[in-house]
């Protein structure tokens, strides 16, 4: 928590196979405790942020859905969208954004460096109408 906002990063490997963008089973189930995290704070937006390492990303296919570390943010951001209203947040309180590899947490080339910036971020923040209601 900080400055009213809530942050709850999980590294990619808990969600995602490498290279991939379909979450997994243990993940849904984690994602389901999220969603009531989310549902209690009823007078808050979501966010949810992917991120990636910056080593680039080979599409499997010509025309690929994903072809590039920003699509991959992008699509894996949206899974776990989907993951979270399917275990109940509204449509209407939450949205996703990729971010690929431009806002690492940890600038280095290691393995280790790689693994902290390769994670999906869950924002909650107050609802602007009502942040302005208790300003006023």
Request: positive net charge.
């Given at each position: 928590?900080?400055?009213g906002v809530v942050f709850i990063s999980?590294?990619?490997?808990?969600?995602?196979?490498?290279?991939?963008?379909?979450?997994s089973d243990r993940a849904k189930?984690?994602?389901?405790?999220?969603?009531?995290?989310?549902?209690?704070?009823p007078t808050f937006e979501c966010m949810v942020e992917g991120?990636?390492?910056?080593v680039p990303y080979k599409a499997k296919t010509a025309g690929s859905l994903v072809?590039?570390?920003w699509d991959l943010s992008v699509v894996r951001a949206t899974s776990v969208v989907k993951a979270l209203t399917s275990a109940g947040?509204?449509?209407?309180?939450?949205?996703?954004?990729?971010?690929?590899?431009?806002?690492p947490i940890d600038s280095g080339s290691?393995?280790?460096?790689?693994?902290?910036?390769?994670?999906?971020?869950?924002?909650l923040t107050p609802k602007l109408d009502v942040l302005l209601k208790s300003i006023e």
């Open positions: 928590v900080e400055k999980i590294a990619d490997k808990l969600l995602f196979k490498s290279g991939s963008y379909l979450v189930e984690v994602l389901a405790k999220v969603a009531k995290v989310i549902n209690d704070k991120h990636t390492d910056n072809e590039d570390n947040v509204s449509p209407l309180r939450i949205s996703a954004q990729g971010r690929g590899e431009y806002l290691t393995k280790e460096a790689r693994a902290v910036n390769r994670r999906t971020e869950i924002i």
